[in-house]
């Protein structure tokens, strides 16, 4: 990897130091999802543990769809810098009482309000790569980069978490986790970010609030994008709350199996994610994402043969394989979508709206996999996601060009905006990268 590359966002060093400070971030979260599944089945045993588990996490959905929007308007009075340390740092001693609490109620609580903090701080930092990284090119690599830092969680988080197991007892990973956040604090403040803080701030609070909804359910292409999300959330939700139920019913009790599963699935994530910008450069963002989608939904039915412990591995490392197609490219379009002072409401209602299908996604499949088998359900919710995924390829439009050509009746001639434009016909006609903002309040079809 060439680090002088001009496209490389790892020359800058304030990418660096935030690249590092994600890895850490994500290592903690991944290893307290972890932690939190291994308390689900001591706590509930292989006949409950799906359903505590798509519970908790359903807990993590509500206060990311509910959440998200509020977080963003309070943290935009805040410097970024100061924002995300904070938030990051509180993340933290959440995770410390953790280690003492020994009931469904109490680790959900917990829990919850940990994913609250959770919902302020993660729009915040996706929404201030863009801020540090302006070239396209660059930020795309970017994309990749974050997409990358999430397949090594998924990859290192259950790990780290088996090598702890063989040393310590299971509630040592909230303190390990807790110790990675502590090392994404120390590179958030390496990071030294000067950008400013929330572009809109000035904006009443009700217009921010809906701002990012708006142009986000009036964008084909955001219609689209949310679509794919709920399409994988269906299937990926299986994933994250039944693998536990699966590796204790096909495996035994032993924990390391579980580990060794979702190892396999940040395996297949990890391989993929740096070649999506490749892919990128030959097809579009709508093609690698419903090619994903699709390969989710056609490899669930593997789960049927008689696979071992290394059949399921590889089968795991295709669902993350197809996993990262769909969320990698997603920031790109996001980017594209908004001009720059609506970035961050946009991130924070992308982040709140494509949660809602996780909302949907963790009970659904707690529950699918308690009233079918673990097997059935996975090829269940496989189908729903390719149900869905024909849907967002209706909603998406396969001819998607940036700039369109517009016109504005509606505005006198001597508009700031008509000023800025080369007009090319009547009635302020012209052609433009086109969003929705305050002069564009219709889709240009």
Known sequence: ????????????????????????????????????????????????????????????MVAYVFLAPLAEVWVSRFPPRLALVALDGLRMLLLLPMMLVDSVG?????????????????????????????????????????????TLESVLSPVIAGIMLTLA???SLFLMAA???????????????????????????????????????????????LAMNLALSLGLGWVLVNSVVFSGLRFGADPTAFTTLMAGYGAGA???APGVPALLERFSERTVMLAGCTLFTLATPAIFLPLGLGGAVVLWAVLGWASSMVLTPGGL??????????????????FSLSHAGWLIAYPLAGWAG???????????????????????????????????????????????????VALTGPGGTHEHIFHIDDNHSRWAM
Request: charged share 20%; glycine share 6%.
């Open 169 to 171: 007892s299971e509630p």
């Open 370 to 420: 308690s009233a079918f088998g673990v097997e059935t359900s996975l090829v269940l919710l496989g189908g729903a996601t390719g149900i869905v995924t024909i849907a967002a390829a209706r909603l998406w439009p396969a001819e998607d060009p940036l700039e369109r050509r517009h016109s504005h009746a509606d505005l006198p001639p001597d508009h700031p905006h008509l000023r800025e």
């Open 106 to 150: 109490g680790l959900a609580a917990l829990a919850f309000v940990f994913f609250a903090v959770s919902a302020a701080f993660t729009p915040l930092y996706q929404a201030t790569i863009p801020a540090v990284i302006r070239e396209e090119k660059s930020y795309a690599r970017a994309l990749s980069f974050s997409r990358l830092a999430y």
């Open 270 to 272: 990890a391989l993929c």
């Open 179 to 225: 110790l990675a956040l502590a090392l994404s604090v120390v590179a958030l403040v390496g990071a030294r970010l000067d950008v400013d803080a929330a572009l809109s701030k000035k904006a009443p609070f009700l217009e921010r609030l809906a701002r990012g909804v708006l142009i986000e359910l009036k964008t084909p292409r955001l219609r689209g994008l």
């Open 333 to 350: 379009v996001l980017n594209r979508s908004a001009a720059r002072n609506d970035r961050p409401a946009l991130f924070a209602a992308q």
């Open 1 to 60: 990897m060439d680090i002088l590359n001009e496209n490389n966002p790892l020359r800058l060093p304030q990418f660096r130091w935030m690249f590092a400070s994600q890895i850490f971030s994500l290592l903690g979260v991944g290893i307290l999802t972890v932690a939190l599944s291994l308390a689900a089945l001591r706590i509930g045993g292989t006949g409950a543990a799906g359903m505590i588990l798509g519970w908790i996490l359903a807990l993590k």
